[in-house]
């Protein structure tokens, strides 16, 4: 059974820093992509970020543009475990926070991902 499950979220300052963890289950998750997305009140999920499965010894990440420069994705490799680092927070990039995949080993569309944690709240106060 796939499982994914989302810490570390909190309230925080603005241009403070925060790490989120997806702790996942039921899969060999260092081969596969792994996304993060959120969810501001009143607007749709969009994904954020995406490291792909390992091949070789190696993985991509991606970063939407509000993002990028900010925020880094990584992988505990053998922990079945994916970080969100997020740094220089803004006002808006208060939501709750998601971490999903559908067991490929590319990233692709998140919003589309099969199978999803139940999310982290962050909120970024001024």
């Known amino acids: 059974q796939v499982q994914l499950v989302e810490s570390g979220g909190g309230v925080v300052q603005t241009g403070e820093s925060l790490t989120l963890s997806c702790t996942t289950s039921?899969?060999?998750?260092?081969?596969?992509?792994i996304g993060w997305a959120r969810q501001a009140p009143g607007k749709e999920r969009e994904g954020i970020a995406c490291?792909?499965?390992?091949?070789?010894?190696?993985?991509?990440?991606h970063y939407v543009d509000s993002v990028k420069g900010r925020f880094n994705i990584s992988r505990e490799f053998g922990k079945n475990t994916v970080y969100l680092q997020m740094n220089s927070l803004k006002l808006e990039d208060t939501a709750v926070y998601y971490c999903a995949t559908d067991k490929w080993t590319e990233c692709t569309w998140i919003p589309n991902m099969e199978f999803w944690g139940k999310g982290t709240p962050v909120t970024v106060s001024s």
């Open positions: 490291i792909s499965g390992r091949i070789r010894g190696k993985e991509d990440s």
């Open positions: 039921g899969f060999a998750s260092d081969y596969f992509a």
